[in-house]
């Protein structure tokens, strides 16, 4: 089974920037799409921004222009880039994988990490 491993969260001050780190462990043989979803406190986890294998990204409309992901396929490793950071980011963030192809050939669907905080705030 995949571990999901994130971090680069903390406080961050209104228009500061955090960058996130996803860290894939286990034996990898491909995963199709990285993400990051938040969950406020009170609310539904929510799609914050995801991308492909092959590198095709969505982004939520309220972080589009904001935030940016990436993800490094030889290390299994996903990146969130967060700029202009408003108070209206604080939540938790989870990484996600949809599909995990394994080197014994086995599958596993829709894998979370334990999550990482961020605070914005001043």
């Known amino acids: 089974q995949v571990q999901l491993v994130e971090s680069g969260g903390g406080l961050v001050q209104p228009g500061g920037s955090l960058r996130l780190s996803c860290a894939a462990s286990?034996?990898?043989?491909?995963?199709?799409?990285m993400g990051w979803y938040r969950q406020a406190p009170g609310k539904q986890r929510e799609l914050v921004a995801r991308?492909?294998?092959?590198?095709?990204?969505n982004y939520a409309d309220s972080v589009k222009g904001r935030f940016t992901i990436s993800r490094d396929n030889a290390k299994n490793t996903a990146y969130l880039q967060m700029t202009s950071l408003k108070p209206d980011d604080t939540a938790v963030y989870y990484c996600n994988t949809d599909i995990v192809r394994y080197s014994s050939g086995t599958v596993s669907y829709n894998n979370w990490g334990q999550g990482t905080q961020v605070t914005v705030s001043s």
């Open positions: 991308i492909s294998r092959g590198g095709s990204t």
């Open positions: 286990g034996s990898i043989f491909s995963i199709n799409f």
